[in-house]
Structure formats: structure tokens, C-alpha cells
């Protein structure tokens, strides 16, 4: 593999690397592991880019070891052991939806431009755009027939249908909220609501559907599913309203440099808030930014000093408090395995608060 260039800009978040809390630990191994062995030993050059993307590789091919998260693997696997089902069973799923989020991580880094992840190059500055495409579809198409090892787990195989059909309707709906916030990205005019609405499809989506899965490999009902798709809704929004604080103020668990989001004109949680809120002199100022046509780091510092001032910052905390408490209530009386459930509720407090 050779680099289309260098790097420019922070480490993510600024230098800082998040790792996740303890108690995931074994979660992730497990997926991990799994991870490995969907993907095999294959010769074909395509799956060297997918092992980079899985950070397997660097930038020359070199195999490497990185603790990577695994976190929606990881939820699914808290999910299904938390309803009395073996968590080892629902590790096809978790390794699907693993391959799902590379999937759409190698996608956004191109439409957005992004030339660095990890505190690494991205695969699309590695590689090009072209095979980065390629790669990410392939990720796709690796996530279904990964799923369709449920059998082998004793699922039957209308459960992996319903299952399948989950993951697809899921990823459809991440798709749309992705398709919003490319819209936003020219706007300025974002309420609280679309912002909420965006975030619920973008990055709740995905979170509910790795609950919903575990459920399924659980064999629970349809409505425990349903319930915990919903809940997991409601994490995604307090999750990624807390990746938004991060990604200005400290570091966001995507591996972003601080502030690249922001520099494409991306509008989080607290730019929403200052846009409806603010007086109209800091609307104007806000405004002003937003329609430069380029953004440069010196512009962020006064960003996020104005968000600071209007107390943009503490209402988005108060904010992904408010989803996660919803996400918890909805959660009360589901969960039949108390340390599955006490992890899952440490997990979702962590994601939403930075609280562990």
C-alpha cells in the first residue's frame, strides 16, 4: 500500500487516546477473535485493504496489532447475555455489525474528506477513493454472510432471515441519516428536533440494532427486541450528542482529530443549540463562520469559544443526560442476567457521559 500523501493535522483529540472501559474488554476479545476468523486467510489483495481498514495493517501492509473498539459488537453480545442467552451465540451478529460500521467508518472518511483516523491515515489517503469504495462494499457484503452463520450457533433459519432483514433495515436507515446531515452540512437553519431525528437514524440506528440482534440470538420475543431497538435509539442520540463535545472539546471516540467534523461544516449538538438560542450578534457570528468558504483551525478556537459563552457546551451535556435517562427507563425489568445488565447500563452511562 502507498500513501497518497501525508498526514496533516491533530491526533485525535488532540493527542488523546480513548480506550474503552474494562469491563468491554472480554466482549471485545471475543469479537475480535471472531472478527479474524470471518475473514480468514484469504490471498486476494482486497483483503489486505480490509485488514487496514480493521487495523490489522499499516500503511506499507505490515501486519499489526491495534485495540481497535469493538463496541457494537460488544452490545450485542451484553444484549443476548442479559436475556439468558449464551453470548457466544450471537457472535456472528457481532461480528456483522462490526463489519457494517467499517463499512460506513471507509464510506464517511471519503465523503468527508478526512485524511486521517486513529491517528492514522485513512484508507481512502492510502488507497484512493476508488478502492476505498470497493472495500467498504465489500465489508457490506462480508457483514450479511457473516450473519448467516447464526446457523451454525442453532439459530433456526427463519431467525436469521428476521435477523438479516434487522441488519438491512438498520443500515437503510443510517443511510438516510447520513443523506440528512450531508444536507445540513449547507445549512444553517437545523433545529433541535432535525438534529435529534438525524442523529436517531445516523447513529442510533446502528446502536439499537446491535441490542435488537442480541435479542434475536436470544430467542426473545419480538417485542423485547423492539424495546431494546428503541432504547438503543436513544443512546445513539446521547451518544453522538457527547461524540459532538468531544469532537470540539476533547476526544471523540471515532478517532477524529478534534475539530475535523466542524471543519467541514458539520453542525453538532452544541452548534444547533447556539443557532436557535443565541442573541442575534452571535447568530450573526455563527453565521458568518459557517459561510466561509473554508474553515481554518484559528476559526474553531473562536468557535468554540463563542459555544462556550452561550453555554452551548453544558446544555448539550444536559441534553445526552436526557436521552440516556430515556434509553435507561425504557430498559427497567428487561434484562434477566444482573451483571450482563449492570454492564450494558455502565456501557450505555460511559457512551452517553464519558462516565466510567
Partial sequence: MQSRGRVR???????????????????????????????????????????????????????????????????CLLACGGLGGPAERAVPAAVALELVYQFLQAHADLQEGSQERYQRPTLWWVSGPAQAINVGDGLHTLARLALMRLTEQGVPEHQVVRSLQTLDAACLRTCEGVHQGLVYQERLDISPDQYERTARASTGALVGCALELGAQAAEAPAGTGETLRAAGEDLGVAFQVQEDIQGLWGAPLSGKPRGSETLVKKKGYPVVYALEHAPLAQKRELGALFFKRVLEPVDLERLTALLEGLGARAAAQLAAEEHLRRALLRLEGIFVVEDCRRDLERTGRWLALRDN
Fill in 9 to 75: 493535522g491533530a491526533t485525535a483529540g488532540g493527542g488523546v487516546t480513548v480506550g474503552t472501559p474494562a469491563w468491554l474488554s472480554g466482549y471485545e476479545e471475543l469479537v475480535e477473535r471472531a472478527l479474524k476468523g470471518a475473514l480468514g486467510q484469504q490471498s486476494f489483495p482486497l483483503y489486505r485493504l480490509m485488514e487496514y481498514q480493521l487495523g490489522w495493517r499499516d500503511e506499507h501492509g505490515a501486519a499489526q496489532e491495534r485495540a481497535a473498539p469493538r463496541l457494537y459488537g460488544a452490545l
